[in-house]
């Protein structure tokens, strides 16, 4: 993981946004509990693993970047505790996989009232559910999440006789935190403009290393080289980078299509930093210049985008921005004849038989 410190803006920001969820749940329902786990690493092959990629939402409330972890929430009326439960210190794993914070140091550098071994999950998970009101997690996310729950609530209602209950009601806690992550802070506006600055001089490397001739996977690896030397952790999403008829496959992979002089290359890449992704789409002649029908549907595709941008403020659906785009990419197709006017009877009809698509 990438080491933090207690002084860490991130960890200051993720702090705030705990005391804003509990602000949410006690407003809601007045008290309960939260439990969210992160992401497991996933094998690759033999002893080899994916590239790990934490939880969002997880990583949103806690900024701990590590495999296995789980935060738990109590939240009272008038107040909150919040605690991790994550990897032990392990040296000898350590020398093979890397630096693990463990549960003595996460207090302090996470601000956090307490932290536990995950080997503890299992006993600590019904304490903390007795006679809670309600139980915030992720509804019918995972079967194996979902049977962990149900057995900590069997075991809480096992002490029934003695007073004790589980919770009574199941809350969605991505609900919540779905809509908080809506509204950035100042530290992520930043992190995603840096994310955005990143890829956009990704792409013009790409761009000026374009040449007939030239492979996808050549064009693919000059992102990647400048994604990582730039300080990107990964590429947001699978790159494409696609030459001639493959710019039409929505989701090409970059292979090995020579780029071919006249032809239009497709980049649609971005980067993730800190856990925010870029996405930026181009498309451009492979040997510098347009020709004048290429150009036409250039001017068309952008004229849409402005037009997109233009709807794009407050006050304004999520479908709007798209909806201005879709109005003047038809419109151009017409314009350009792709499109017979005798064929649709209008603007308005085309749209409606779906003709950008």
């Excluded at 093979?96 to 550098?109: M, S």
């Excluded at 071919?260 to 930093?273: N, Q, R, V």
């Excluded at 510098?288 to 595709?301: C, E, H, N, V």
Aim: charged letters at 25%.
């Amino acid at each position: 993981m990438n080491r933090l410190s207690s002084h860490n803006p991130q960890v200051a920001a993720c702090q705030q946004r705990r005391t804003r969820l509990a602000q949410l749940i006690q407003a809601k329902s007045g008290s309960g509990v939260v439990i969210l786990s992160t992401a497991e690493e996933k094998a690759r092959n033999r002893d080899s693993d994916f590239p790990y990629r934490h939880d969002s939402d997880f990583f949103y409330l806690t900024g701990f970047d590590e495999p296995g972890a789980t935060l738990v929430m109590l939240i009272q009326k008038t107040s909150f505790e919040t605690y991790l439960f994550c990897r032990p210190k392990d040296l000898e794993r350590e020398i093979w996989d890397g630096f693990r914070l463990g549960p003595e140091a996460a207090p302090d550098i996470l601000h956090l009232d307490a932290a536990y071994s995950s080997q503890e999950l299992n006993q600590r998970l019904p304490e903390f559910l007795a006679n809670q009101s309600a139980i915030y997690i992720r509804l019918a996310s995972n079967a194996q999440s979902d049977r962990q729950i149900r057995e900590w609530m069997g075991q809480v209602r096992q002490q029934a006789r003695s007073g004790t209950n589980p919770p009574e009601v199941f809350h969605d806690i991505d609900a919540l935190v779905h809509e908080m992550r809506l509204l950035k802070g100042p530290e992520e506006i930043e992190t995603m403009r840096q994310a955005a600055a990143i890829s956009a001089e990704a792409h013009i490397r790409a761009m000026r290393s374009c040449k007939p001739g030239k492979r996808e996977y050549q064009l693919e690896a000059e992102l990647l080289h400048e994604f990582r030397y730039r300080g990107s952790q990964s590429v947001a999403y699978n790159s494409i980078v696609a030459a001639g008829a493959n710019t039409c496959v929505l989701h090409h992979r970059a292979g090995s299509a020579e780029l071919l002089d006249g032809e239009l290359c497709l980049i649609d890449a971005g980067c993730e930093l800190n856990g925010y992704a870029s996405d930026i789409t181009r498309t451009f002649p492979i040997n510098g210049r347009y020709s004048a029908s290429q150009r036409a549907l250039y001017d068309i595709t952008l004229a849409a985008q402005e037009a997109a941008v233009l709807e794009t403020r407050p006050g304004k659906t999520f479908i709007d921005p798209h909806n201005a785009a879709v109005r003047v990419l038809t419109q151009g197709l017409l314009d350009e004849k792709l499109i017979k006017l005798s064929d649709v009877g209008s603007l308005d009809n085309a749209i409606e038989l779906g003709a950008p698509n």
